[in-house]
């Protein structure tokens, strides 16, 4: 029973790493008053330019960086839209993922000819697991070896910086002058600019963050998590972000926690697969595979409570004239 705990603590945090990469990116774009359904579209964009990056050049940290400019590329999209032109964020969100969906699966066509999909990865092609030091030598040691060797050690680099980004975003929102400024233009953007500090400016810095963010967690998911891009592989985690983001009521560790547990539910979906029920039968397929979205939607309804987001989200801005 300690062992299976474990297993799915482990999966937990590999499941977990690119939603709390994204949500931690929604996070910056939102308190800035950007709202951001284009998640979704930023992870599967970074996913097919890091997996097609890698495949190309035989790096993973080439790919890295193809993801994250790709999905920088997207952000600013995103931006010009709802900053500069004042358009809706809901509107342009949906069209930037409506149309990454289309775009990898054609450009994946048209330079790999595998269905849509990019050449499989290997070796230094993919962000591998580390060992961290003693992790073989106490994986003897009741109860904490298993927690260092299996659930500590063993991961790729980029799900240490997921978690690590916690911590640093907390810092940068609450402890820095950007951050403070950061807040204030999601809540009261005129006395922002009325205290000199460009709007426009702040709040494209704020979607730049959040296109690095979410092209680090659509780069580990096609060549970290997966050897390689698949068709819609972020298969909806854009939105779970998202969810996570507002059931962490737009604050760094409770936004961990809210995908921790989302991504806990995904683990527990994959060990009920082939488990047979007494008078049910085997669970069917379909009902695990919607099972994490499911009781995502009945954690939301029943469990979050009031959740207030920044008062200017959403809000065009129009410079008040003298």
């Not at 008053?33 to 080439?62: C, M, R």
């Not at 400016?201 to 390689?228: E, F, K, P």
């Not at 604050?251 to 683990?267: I, Q």
Request: hydrophobic content about 55%.
């Amino acid at each position: 029973m300690y062992d299976t705990l474990i297993q799915m603590l482990d999966a937990t945090v590999r499941v977990s790493a690119p939603l709390i990469l994204a949500a931690l990116a929604g996070l910056f774009s939102e308190r800035a008053g950007i709202v951001d359904i284009s998640l979704e579209g930023k992870i599967l964009g970074s996913a097919f330019a890091a997996a097609a990056a890698s495949a190309v050049f035989g790096s993973a940290w080439i790919g890295l960086v193809f993801g994250i400019i790709a999905s920088v590329a997207l952000a600013l999209i995103h931006g010009f839209a709802c900053i500069t032109h004042r358009g809706d964020h809901i509107v342009s969100g949906v069209a930037i993922n409506t149309i990454v969906a289309g775009m990898t699966v054609t450009l994946g066509l048209h330079w790999f000819h595998l269905g849509g999909q990019t050449p499989a990865l290997s070796g230094d092609q993919r962000f591998l697991a580390i060992t961290l030091p003693f992790a073989h030598a106490m994986q003897d040691v009741p109860v904490i070896g298993q927690i260092y060797s299996n659930l500590i050690s063993g991961h790729n680099i980029l799900v240490y910086l997921a978690f690590i980004m916690v911590p640093v975003t907390y810092w940068i929102v609450y402890k820095t002058r950007f951050g403070l400024r950061l807040r204030a233009v999601g809540e009261n953007p005129h006395a922002v600019d009325t205290a000199g500090i460009s709007v426009t400016w702040l709040r494209y810095r704020a979607v730049m963050v959040c296109g690095v963010l979410c092209g680090v967690a659509g780069a580990y998911l096609s060549t970290a998590h997966n050897a390689g891009f698949l068709k819609n592989m972020s298969a909806g985690q854009g939105y779970m972000a998202l969810a996570a983001l507002i059931f962490g009521k737009w604050r760094p560790v409770p936004v961990m926690f809210a995908c921790l547990l989302f991504g806990f539910l995904n683990a527990v979906a994959v060990r009920l697969q082939g488990v047979i029920i007494p008078g049910l039968g085997e669970v069917p397929v379909q009902a695990i595979e919607s099972l994490p979205y499911v009781l995502t939607i009945l954690l939301l309804a029943g469990f979050i409570g009031k959740a207030v987001g920044p008062k200017a989200v959403g809000r065009p801005y129009v410079k008040e004239r003298a």
